[in-house]
């Protein structure tokens, strides 16, 4: 039963549309009309600089992040599947935000936090397999879906169970998924 009231605050912390909010406080813009449309920290970064796309990333990352160490302080369930399932939530709430019609971000960077505070090994793994590929393609949406790849088959080598591996196969589709008019854009150009 908590649980359940567990993964909700989750989602709700997450469905915080950061890059929309700050956008909005420092230039009373909406973000969804510039660039990709897209409410994340690499749209933001884009049209704002590093200090909006960076504070963008940094407290997109700590929605996931707050969830996994303030739920996981008071629940008596601190199994690696239900922590992982509550970050999961956040990251849910952040690329389904109800605030914004169920339009939120992409995913990236609240599945950095997600892993920070899930796994510090996977997450370092992360970091390195982000700055690898970003540095031979350039391209950080590459960089974010092949990051992604190796983080949900780490969650599932670190945490073998049926719920890890479900959630983390479901996150890996959705993720792909956000990153969609990436994939067509690049090949476009590509061809």
């Known amino acids: 039963m908590f649980d359940l009231l567990f993964y909700l605050l989750s989602f709700l912390l997450g469905s915080l549309p950061t890059g929309f909010l700050l956008v909005k406080l420092f230039y009373e813009k909406d973000i969804r009309l510039q660039g990709s449309g897209n409410i994340g920290a690499t749209n933001v970064w884009r049209n704002y600089g590093p200090f909006l796309g960076g504070s ?10 707050i969830a996994i160490y303030l739920i996981g302080a008071v629940s008596h369930n601190n199994s690696c599947s239900f922590l992982f399932l509550v970050g999961s ?18 995913g990236i960077a609240t599945f950095f936090g997600l892993m920070l505070a899930w796994n510090q090994i996977v997450f370092i793994g992360m970091a390195i397999t982000w700055g690898s590929v970003y540095l031979l ?3 950080s949406f590459i960089a974010g879906l092949i990051t992604t790849l190796f983080a949900c088959i780490s969650a599932i080598v670190f945490c073998l169970t049926l719920l890890v591996t479900l959630t983390s196969l479901a996150l890996l589709l959705i993720i792909f998924w956000r990153h969609e008019q990436n994939i067509t854009n690049y090949f476009r150009a590509k061809s």
């Open 89 to 106: 939530m956040a990251l849910l709430g952040h690329i389904f935000s109800p605030w914004l019609n169920f339009k939120g971000g992409k």
């Open 56 to 65: 963008t990333f940094l407290i997109d990352a700590l929605k996931s992040m």
């Open 137 to 139: 393609t350039r391209q």
